[in-house]
């Protein structure tokens, strides 16, 4: 028996309200449905009608996904428009027996996430959808949110998760207080988890360095590495495999699901493509297994009515697994963007700087995975020490191809573990990265200014270079970043850093024409670290038109500290002109005491004319760019 103590009843009895649905959630006297084509469908909404004694009423066209409470309910639309109708608190309903039900009331705009009565907004605002009498208000509780996540503690000690647009995971305790304007003050004080963030879930996150961190309900502090080793590697796979893979898995879904995957109630897509990417990429888990376990991931995350499309579709999958759909190879960008996962408008720029073979394997090393790689500290060992030293925990280590000071590493795990980590013995750093500080030519006694230094490494590599003799003045505009600089420091033993917070484009008097050295590793859009960090892939165009402003700032301010003769790098970890050889080129029309500075480097990139685009598939390193410019 089920969980009543009748049958169920037979198929031919049950009174169909709706076809081709996709998604249904339900109060106490209303329900919602979102069929294929995203029109959202209501039952119920006032006294005398129950769900099942009425034709359903169009409410909304084009919903992504809808919430509905005991009374009230909420929908979020694909332009980004939140609307909210049903019984309201403190109104009585036999006051609106004549209304067929509450129409919609748009009181959101550009929303990009709803999760319950919580709306996160384009600008980082997260805001609470509440109810007094016959008004919806939307209540500011937080700035700075890129996501917020179901409660992970009890119903005594009730939290929410709330993802920073920093990358930051913290728990925030909630205060349930309904008979009170719900402001700031009815959080309780947010408690960082976890910083650099790139997925997470109820119980679990996923950092950019791969470490899956776990924790219990009963148990709210982080465990790290809570999952045993082959769990942890599991999971991490799963969740870095399928953003790599996203458009490709949505490309098969979508030729064997009847409902398009973007019009998927949230989180059977995400399911479905947990479920696809282990039928299609991973041999050592068996499609039944991937298919059951889907199956039971719709169940336990409340969507047990589509438990029956997620067997489905992932049953067929299987079935055709050797017999996929081709993609459609007309319109070559689309090709390869589905092909790749990447975003069409990246495509069709990397091809117009590339063409089609060096862009297919720019796009292809992005869904590589990365060796890790570590600068050797020079003030506590050698390269030859450390590569012993590493051996000896297991840990295999191969000197860099081309990059000095720099060892290739595998099988390290959780390289924070071993005692060369401990120690201060190495940096984890790409070789990119260890360039700057190279190519600088930063030298003992030298006073160095780090313009923008989290987490720090430029300033590490430099202060390496130094012998840890002169001045490093780390700089960034996030205080509270400053600590992992200053935490970095201590574990490496380097005297010469200090750290300062400030805005970048801001001047300081004090530090006019100080610095011998001044860096400049510049926000921007990340499209080169896309294989270390593979959510970066889906950011926006739009980007573009606004970072070389601020970049473009940081540098005429910075220019403004070098001594006469001194240097000025600027860096970025991305591969367009539009923030790079643009920007640079941009500053030296404006600035004529400036002048680009010539390199050389080992093979294979040799003698340069100061500015330098590294590829992961020439030069096995991240995507970055170097110009090295020197004050006359």
């Not at 960008?333 to 495509?347: D, E, F, M, Q």
């Not at 297919?360 to 090393?365: D, G, K, R, T, V």
């Not at 297991?394 to 990059?403: D, L, N, Y």
């Not at 313009?451 to 780390?474: R, T």
Request: with cysteine.
């Amino acid at each position: 028996m089920g969980p009543t103590d009748q049958d169920p009843l037979p198929w031919e009895e049950a009174n169909v309200l709706l076809e081709n649905a996709r998604y249904v959630d339900a109060g106490f006297i209303t329900a919602a449905a979102i069929d294929e084509d995203g029109t959202l469908w209501g039952w119920g909404g006032h006294a005398g009608r129950t769900f099942g004694e009425e034709e359903p009423y169009r409410l909304l066209e084009d919903v992504v996904s809808v919430s509905v409470g005991e009374t009230e309910c909420s929908a979020l639309c694909a332009d980004g428009t939140v609307w909210t109708w049903g019984a309201r608190s403190g109104v009585s309903l036999e006051e609106h027996q004549d209304d067929p039900y509450y129409p919609p009331t748009q009181v959101l705009d550009q929303v990009v996430q709803l999760f319950g009565d919580l709306a996160v907004k384009e600008d980082g605002t997260l805001v609470r959808v509440w109810f007094d009498g016959d008004t919806c208000t939307a209540a500011p509780l937080m700035e700075h949110v890129a996501a917020v996540g179901s409660l992970y503690c009890g119903i005594q000690d009730p939290a929410m998760l709330v993802q920073g647009q920093d990358g930051s995971l913290w728990r925030v305790p909630w205060e349930n207080n309904l008979s009170d304007t719900v402001q700031w003050q009815s959080l309780g004080q947010p408690e960082k988890l976890l910083e650099d963030v790139v997925q997470f879930t109820r119980c679990t996150a996923v950092t950019a360095d791969g470490t899956l961190w776990a924790w219990g309900s009963d148990r709210p502090a982080m465990l790290r590495d809570g999952l045993v080793d082959p769990e942890a590697a599991l999971c991490s796979r799963l969740v870095y495999g399928v953003v790599q893979n996203q458009q490709l898995l949505d490309f098969y879904l979508s030729a064997y699901c009847s409902q398009k995957p973007d019009h998927l109630q949230p989180p059977l897509l995400e399911i479905l493509r947990l479920g696809a990417y282990q039928i299609l990429y991973l041999d050592r888990v068996p499609d039944s297994a991937a298919v059951n376990t889907s199956v039971e991931l719709a169940k336990i995350s409340g969507r047990g009515q589509a438990s029956g499309l997620v067997n489905a579709v992932l049953r067929k999958i299987a079935q055709n697994k050797t017999a996929l759909p081709p993609i459609p190879e007309r319109d070559e960008a689309k090709y390869l963007s589905i092909r790749y996962s990447h975003p069409k408008w990246l495509v069709k720029r990397l091809l117009s700087i590339l063409g089609r073979e060096e862009t297919e394997a720019f796009l292809a090393a992005n869904n590589d995975t990365p060796p890790l790689t570590v600068q050797v500290n020079p003030l506590k060992t050698n390269a030859e020490s450390l590569i012993k030293e590493l051996e000896g925990w297991g840990v295999t280590a191969t000197p860099h191809p081309w990059v000095p000071g720099c060892l290739e590493l595998t099988g390290a795990g959780d390289l924070t573990t071993l005692a060369p980590f401990r120690e201060g013995k190495l940096l984890v750093q790409d070789p990119a990265a260890r360039l700057v500080s190279l190519i600088a030519g930063v030298q003992p006694g030298q006073k160095v200014l780090d313009l923008c230094a989290a987490p720090g490494g430029k300033s590490f590599s430099a202060a390496f270079a130094m012998e840890d003799k002169g001045e490093i003045v780390s700089c960034d505009l996030h205080e509270n970043k400053l600590k992992r600089i200053q935490e970095g420091a201590a574990r490496l033993d380097l005297t010469s850093i200090t750290t300062s917070a400030g805005d970048g484009r801001v001047f300081r008097p004090e530090w006019a024409e100080r610095f011998d050295t001044v860096l400049v590793d510049a926000p921007c859009s990340g499209l080169g670290i896309i294989r270390k960090k593979p959510d970066v892939r889906y950011k926006k165009a739009d980007d573009l038109f606004t970072l070389p402003v601020i970049q473009t700032a940081l540098l005429d301010n910075a220019a403004r500290y070098v001594v006469p003769g001194g240097v000025l790098v600027y860096s970025t970890c991305t591969i367009l002109p539009e923030e790079n050889e643009q920007v640079t080129d941009a500053f030296l029309t404006e600035h004529s005491d400036f002048c680009r500075d010539g390199f050389t480097l080992p093979a294979p990139v040799g003698e340069t004319e100061g500015q330098l685009t590294l590829w992961p598939q020439r030069h096995g390193t991240d995507g970055f760019y170097i110009c090295r410019m020197k004050r006359k």
